[in-house]
């Protein structure tokens, strides 16, 4: 849903980055690598410590990168698919590290078993959510289609507690994950039965 956003980022606010990157002759790989490692640190050192607010915007300031990598391997024309490749793997290594501090956040400081495993559910349905489409674009399919791909789930997990922590809400940030939850379930679900109608289709 929030994919819309991108030309905007990409086209006016990100593009001073992107433009000096490109003349200082940093790689979009290094940027993607940057971003994960950024994402990952900041989530994995904050949230266990019950330092939400100040993880997320540690997090959200390295999330940019991943507008900034792809936009910067267009511009210079790069045509390989290892940039790709990269960026996708990343991604889930860096959903992982979010979702996971968020794990450890409960485990650790709201003492909260409920939430704990709501946190680990946002995380493999996340990781399924873009495995499912990966594959069936792989055999040939669309399954672009949800109301939860990955930009959806880090706005709606890092401005809820953000702003829960932030302001002494908590129930912000459970509603949050409550949702992610429910609706990364329910996009697994939309790009299985949407493969299911295309391969049912292709096979008539």
Same mark, same amino acid.
Request: proline share 3%; charged share 15%; aromatic share 12%.
């Given at each position: ?39 990952? &640190? ?73 939430? &704990? ?59 949050? &994950? ?27």
């Amino acid at each position: 849903m929030l994919d819309r956003f991108k030309a905007f980022w990409q086209g006016k606010a990100l593009a001073p980055f992107i433009n000096l990157f490109i003349r200082l002759g940093v790689s979009p790989d290094v940027v993607t690598l940057v971003g994960t490692l950024g994402v990952s &640190l900041g989530a994995l050192v904050f949230f266990p410590q019950g330092w939400l607010w100040q993880g997320v915007l540690v997090v959200t300031a390295f999330v940019f990168s991943d507008l900034v990598d792809g936009a910067m391997a267009r511009k210079v024309g790069r045509t390989d698919l290892f940039g790709a490749f990269l960026d996708s793997t990343l991604d889930r290594v860096a959903d992982a590290a979010l979702f996971g501090a968020m794990a450890m956040f409960f485990a650790w400081q709201a003492e909260s078993r409920l939430y &704990l495993v709501l946190s680990l559910v946002c995380l493999s349905m996340g990781a399924v959510t873009s495995y499912a489409r990966s594959k069936g674009e792989q055999l040939g399919f669309d399954a672009k289609t949800g109301l939860a791909e990955r930009p959806d789930r880090l706005v709606g997990l890092l401005v809820p507690t953000f702003f829960g922590d932030l302001l002494g809400l908590p129930i912000l940030y459970e509603i949050a &994950l409550w949702l992610i939850a429910a609706l990364s379930t329910i996009t697994v679900v939309q790009r299985i039965l949407l493969v299911r109608r295309q391969a049912l289709t292709s096979a008539a």
